[in-house]
């Protein structure tokens, strides 16, 4: 299977480079796609930068240049549910922005207006199970991987009141920037996606320490989850 996957940051995306054989870079535009084999697929990884509009496309790019045939994200991001530490895990079961909002209009807060069809993405059952087993085999006992939902938008939230008011509008488990534009690019283009993230903050007036102090970390935990995906899928 030839698959895409996508990092915001560098930090998302050089342990699993290191780790990829064959590889050759291609340069697109502003994105460096490394491609390569790792576990018998093909890969092509890239790092979106930061943001929807960046994912949403490096996501279409790896679609249009690539021929991917399912798409991953890795990388970080801040806990939504109380029971989340940092260094946990989460795997997508869908995705949606929490920032969009023409409520003003009479759509509900996040839902894409005039679109048809539902503007919670939902993730590949099939690669949600992989990557939850992956992580579940890749994480110590006392780490907890949760699947669920998450929700992104162009903010990166650092405030207690603001990630509860999100926890319990959007019933999302952790929050990041990128996974919903993906996620709205893997379903227009009807290609598999999930998204693994691990948690680098609690979304709180701590998390920008917290997120400097985790990332690399974090990011790195993920990159191995995909690598362990990739070896049983
Ligand atoms: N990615 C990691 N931590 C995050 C946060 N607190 N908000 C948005 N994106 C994040």
């Excluded at 480079?17 to 890239?46: C, P, R, W």
């Excluded at 990388?75 to 895990?89: C, N, R, T, W």
């Excluded at 699947?147 to 952790?174: H, M, P, R, W, Y």
């Amino acid at each position: 299977m030839k698959v895409g996957i996508i990092g915001a940051m560098n930090e998302e995306i050089a342990f699993f480079k290191k780790a990829m054989a064959d590889l050759e870079v291609v340069q697109k535009g502003l994105l460096t796609f490394y491609s390569g084999t790792s576990y018998g697929h093909d890969v092509v990884i890239t790092k979106s930068g930061v943001g929807k509009v960046n994912g949403a496309i490096a996501a279409q790019m790896l679609i249009d240049l690539f021929d991917i045939e399912a798409l991953i994200f890795t990388g970080v991001a801040g806990g939504v549910k109380e029971e989340l530490d940092v260094e946990d895990i989460v795997i997508s079961t869908s995705c949606q922005q929490h920032d969009i909002d023409a409520s003003p209009l009479g759509f509900e807060r996040g839902t894409i207006p005039m679109f048809e069809g539902t503007s919670d993405f939902p993730a590949d059952e099939h690669l949600v199970n992989i990557a939850y087993q992956a992580a579940i085999h890749t994480m110590n006992k006392e780490s907890k991987v949760l699947k669920g939902k998450i929700i992104s938008g162009d903010q990166f939230i650092a405030d207690k009141n603001v990630v509860k008011e999100l926890g319990d509008t959007f019933g999302g488990i952790c929050v990041e920037m990128e996974g919903a534009a993906v996620a709205q690019v893997a379903h227009f283009n009807a290609i598999p996606y999930v998204i693994i993230r691990s948690i680098s903050d609690k979304a709180n007036g701590e998390a920008p320490v917290s997120f400097e102090t985790f990332v690399e970390r974090a990011a790195q935990t993920s990159s191995k989850i995909v690598e362990r995906l990739l070896n049983e899928l």
